[in-house]
């Protein structure tokens, strides 16, 4: 099995620039998860996904961010004009409800800088 | 609202020794799992072990068990052997299972730093 995957790795931009980043599920996953984590934090909730629907999004979600998921299998986040405050990882996860245990398992991250 | 308490910022074992590390919990829900994390400099979030509120036993995979204190809500993570490769950042995260679209979210604490001395 290949794990989640997310690209691109790391990510500079400018302020005021818009980035989007891309997170591959574990096949079969029907859920899909996204986390920002910023230096010396857990992880923090911003959004997810059930197949292609988007059930909940965090308050920590500004109308700045966007988030889809088409067809239920891969997902991306974009961010717009993007501000220093966004600099931080954003983690995907995945799991399947029905199965087991029903873990999220996480891609290694992309970690965004905002000069 | 549910909350994570990882009152231990940064821990130092020996190699080949047992380490603990803690996590307290806040819910009211009766229904929730609990997990614990690993995550190296690398950045990716390592999944260790799980422990579900019905469990009877203490959850144990590898090296790794889980000190579960139903009444104390008390999660707390062992390491037994310790080895270099163990040094790393560890989170405890409770599943919300509220029901509705809420169900499945992980709430973490703010981790703690584990360094393995050889």
């Known amino acids: 099995d290949t794990g989640v995957s997310q690209d691109p790795r790391h990510k500079i931009t400018k302020r005021g620039q818009n980035v989007t980043f891309r997170c591959d599920p574990i096949?079969?996953?029907?859920?899909l998860y996204w986390y920002r984590q910023t230096l010396g934090q857990g992880p923090e909730f911003l959004t997810y996904f059930q197949n292609e629907a988007q059930l909940e999004k965090s308050r920590l979600l500004s109308d700045r961010f966007s988030a889809e998921r088409p067809k239920g299998s891969f997902s991306t986040l974009e961010i717009q004009r993007t501000e220093q405050g966004d600099s931080a990882m954003y983690l995907c996860?995945?799991?399947?409800?029905?199965?087991?245990?029903?873990?999220?398992?996480f891609g290694p991250g992309t970690r965004l800088t905002v000069l | 609202a549910q909350k994570i308490t990882q009152t231990q910022p940064g821990m130092f074992v020996q190699e080949k020794e047992a380490v603990t590390l803690d996590c307290t919990y806040d819910?009211?829900?009766?229904?929730?799992?609990l997990f614990w994390y690993k995550q190296p400099s690398s950045g990716e979030m390592i999944f260790l072990i799980y422990?579900?509120?019905?469990?009877?036993q203490n959850a144990t995979e590898g090296r790794y068990s889980l000190n579960f204190q139903k009444a104390r809500k008390s999660a707390n993570l062992v390491i037994s052997a310790s080895q270099l490769g163990d040094s790393a950042m560890y989170f405890c995260?409770?599943?919300?299972?509220?029901?509705?679209?809420?169900?499945?979210?992980?709430?973490f604490g703010q981790g703690t730093i584990l360094t393995v001395h050889p």
């Open positions: 996860a995945s799991t399947n409800k029905e199965v087991g245990t029903d873990t999220q398992y």
């Open positions: 422990q579900g509120s019905y469990d009877e």
């Open positions: 995260a409770m599943r919300d299972t509220t029901g509705g679209t809420s169900y499945g979210k992980l709430t």
């Open positions: 819910t009211s829900d009766q229904s929730y799992g």
């Open positions: 096949s079969e996953h029907n859920r």
